[in-house]
């Protein structure tokens, strides 16, 4: 290793449960947002991000049960965020809308829904994209 | 969109390309008027004007149509929609705040904004949070929270009441007014699941008032009934949907 090159330290996971209502999407931002700028993303990748954590969090709140509950998990991984969202207590789904997957292709992130098992992965920002 | 759709499309694009005639021009905006309206409507309820989105989504549709390149094998769907979505966050980011945001916050979101701008110009790039707080001397946790303040979402759940000078509102009364179109996100999320159990007469009125946002009037016209009585149905159906599992619990 290179004089002064230090290890990067895993960021995460940072794990949150709230109900699956649309009222804690902002909390859900927030904490995405607060992860993400520690691994030094920029606004604009920032922004993106709380979109498609919008979108996804969003899909899977309208396809929950009243008294189910939506987790999130949060990691940095080779200065990229992992986001992982799933909704637990109750039969579920993640039906993704064409409105939401047109905007969710548009953005600087990648994604995937799991329609059976109700859950999202999303990884921000795409590999490639400077 | 079909096959000779398709073709007709390349058409356009490469004779727009070639004379720069702008009858051709509105012709490929008026094609894809419908993909500027739904993103433009995916940011309604952040507090601006449902015409001024709409009027930023035509402006970004316009210049897309400018630099589409058919040669390059995008659909001008998928090239348009990044520009599109941009145009649209850049202009909340310029334009808009929450309601509710403490001041500070206002206040640091003001200092933000141009120092995206003169960091950008300076890195050559988008800054990040840290260099923001830096160059902000501020925390990093304040720019995080003036940056949420550019996204602008309202939290507000179905049951909350809103503030209307002093008066709280319930949703039925917001519903039924057309002075207030009801635009908040969440709000529309937890109808879409709700409407699925309604009567196809209650849920084509609710939707044409949520999702098509006409006014009492220009649904009474559009399904041939008096605006009296597109009004009760709005109250009754709201009334009816209240009762419904999922609309009281918090």
């Not at chain 2, 004779?15 to 490929?28: M, Q, S, V, W």
């Not at chain 2, 979101?109 to 890195?123: D, F, G, T």
């Amino acid at each position: 290793m290179a004089e002064g090159q230090s290890i990067e330290q895993p960021t995460g996971p940072v794990e949150l449960t709230v109900p699956a209502r649309s009222e804690h999407l902002r909390v859900l931002r927030l904490v995405t947002t607060s992860v993400a700028a520690s691994l030094d993303l920029d606004v604009d990748q920032l922004d993106d991000l709380r979109i498609a954590i919008d979108d996804l969090c969003s899909m899977l709140i309208e396809d929950a049960p009243a008294e189910a509950r939506l987790h999130l998990s949060l990691r940095g991984r080779d200065g990229r965020l992992v986001a992982e969202g799933t909704v637990i207590g109750g039969k579920a789904g993640a039906t993704i809308d064409p409105i939401s997957q047109l905007i969710l292709d548009g953005l600087d992130v990648e994604w995937a829904n799991d329609e059976e098992a109700a859950c999202f992965h999303l990884e921000a920002p795409r590999q490639g994209v400077p | 969109m079909t096959a000779p759709d398709v073709a007709h499309e390349r058409e356009l694009f490469a004779r727009y390309k070639e004379t720069g005639d702008r009858a051709i021009r509105n012709e490929l905006a008026e094609r894809h008027r419908g993909l500027a309206i739904t993103l433009a409507r995916r940011f309604n309820g952040r507090g601006e004007p449902l015409d001024d989105l709409l009027q930023v989504a035509m402006i970004a549709l316009l210049r897309a149509i400018e630099r589409f390149d058919t040669e390059r094998g995008n659909s001008f769907t998928t090239f348009a929609t990044p520009t599109v979505l941009g145009e649209l966050r850049r202009h909340f980011r310029d334009h808009t705040w929450a309601l509710k945001v403490p001041r500070p916050i206002k206040d640091l979101h003001l200092r933000v904004r141009p120092a995206v701008a003169e960091l950008r110009s300076e890195l050559g790039r988008a800054p990040t949070v840290p260099e923001l707080a830096q160059h902000l001397e501020c925390g990093e946790e304040d720019v995080i929270q003036a940056l949420e303040v550019s996204a602008a979402y309202r939290p507000a759940s179905i049951h909350a009441g809103s503030s209307g000078g002093g008066e709280r509102l319930s949703l039925e009364d917001r519903l039924a007014s057309d002075a207030d179109p009801l635009h908040s996100f969440e709000v529309v999320q937890t109808v879409r699941a709700l409407m699925e159990r309604l009567p196809d007469r209650e849920r084509t009125v609710l939707h044409l008032r949520f999702y098509e946002e006409l006014s009492q009037s220009e649904i009474a016209e559009r399904v041939g009934l008096s605006q009296m009585h597109v009004s009760r149905i709005l109250r009754a159906t709201l009334e009816r949907l209240s009762h419904l599992p999922g609309i009281k619990d918090g």
